[in-house]
């Protein structure tokens, strides 16, 4: 059974940083694609940042050269440091991963940024 588990939300003022953290298990970790998505209250869920099995590393336009993803293949966790965050940052944020054709998420972490 897959299981995505996210933690590192929280509150904290512009500028400020965050690192979420996502725990995940049931599947060959190191072969497949891991995703951050977020969802603002009354918007659609978008994509963040994605991580390929080799490393290689995509990021949507807003939070580029602020977020940054990452993996670890021994401990089965994908990572989003957030730099910088602005209130617009504010979100649910989801971890994710595709197997079989399906796509299996977490239960989020709430990020807030605000004064």
């Known amino acids: 059974q897959v299981h995505l588990m996210e933690s590192g939300g929280g509150l904290v003022q512009p500028g400020g940083s965050l690192r979420l953290s996502c725990a995940v298990s049931?599947?060959?970790?190191?072969?497949?694609?891991l995703e951050w998505s977020r969802q603002a209250p009354g918007k659609q869920r978008e994509l963040v940042a994605g991580?390929?099995?080799?490393?290689?590393?995509t990021y949507e336009d807003s939070v580029k050269g602020r977020f940054t993803i990452s993996r670890d293949n021994v401990w089965n966790r994908v990572f989003l440091q957030m730099n910088s965050l602005k209130p617009e940052d504010t979100a649910v944020y989801y971890c994710?991963?595709?197997?079989?054709?399906?796509?299996?998420w977490g239960r989020g972490t709430q990020v807030t940024v605000s004064s």
């Open positions: 994710s991963v595709d197997r079989g054709g399906s796509t299996f």
């Open positions: 049931g599947i060959n970790f190191k072969i497949h694609t």
């Open positions: 991580i390929s099995s080799s490393g290689a590393t």
